[in-house]
């Protein structure tokens, strides 16, 4: 029993200072990093919609595993296995939720209503924990990151210095 404790009161620490936690779903071969909050004993998320986070994978009653984050270092803290549940727009539960990540919630592009845009467009989940923390791994979990068609910076032309200093001298 004290060691159930630890651990709820272990990860409720780690998520509460954390805005950035990894969520493997079920059937997922990699971890998606979601903005979440800490509410009333779970992790709330917010997406699915227009301008919001993808949330695939995550359906009402799938167990997933959700890993947090240390805020200063971004080094694994704990994970724990959790089952989602998605409140029904407009119940207690959803609006207790939807007031904990409005306040959280950055860049918004439409402010002050964005809760009936959510309750709309877009999916509010909670994912519980269920069950003890999964032991920390021995070896590197890293991954080679998506495809993208995205590419890094070629090198500068040759002739951008000078000409860049001509401009400084004008001035």
């Known amino acids: 029993m004290t060691s159930e404790l630890l651990d709820r009161a272990l990860i409720e620490e780690a998520a509460k200072k954390s805005g950035l936690i990894w969520v493997t779903g079920p059937g997922a071969a990699t971890a998606r990093a979601l903005w979440h ?59 207790a939720a939807v007031a904990e990540l409005k306040g959280k919630r950055l860049n918004a592009p439409d402010g002050e209503e964005m809760p009936a845009r959510w309750a709309r467009e877009c999916r509010v989940l909670r994912l519980v924990p ?42």
């Open 130 to 171: 269920a069950g003890p923390l999964a032991p920390l791994p021995d070896g590197s979990l890293a991954q080679r990151p998506a495809p993208t068609p995205a590419t890094t910076r070629q090198p500068i032309p040759a002739g951008l210095p000078r000409l860049l200093a001509k401009r400084r001298k004008r001035k």
């Open 37 to 95: 909050v800490w509410h009333e004993g779970s992790v709330c998320l917010v997406g699915d919609g227009p301008g919001e986070q993808p949330l695939p994978g995550l359906v009402d009653g799938a167990r997933v595993e959700v890993t947090v984050r240390s805020k200063d270092k971004g080094g694994r803290l704990v994970t724990f296995p959790a089952t989602v549940s998605e409140p029904a727009p407009g119940s207690e539960e959803w609006e």
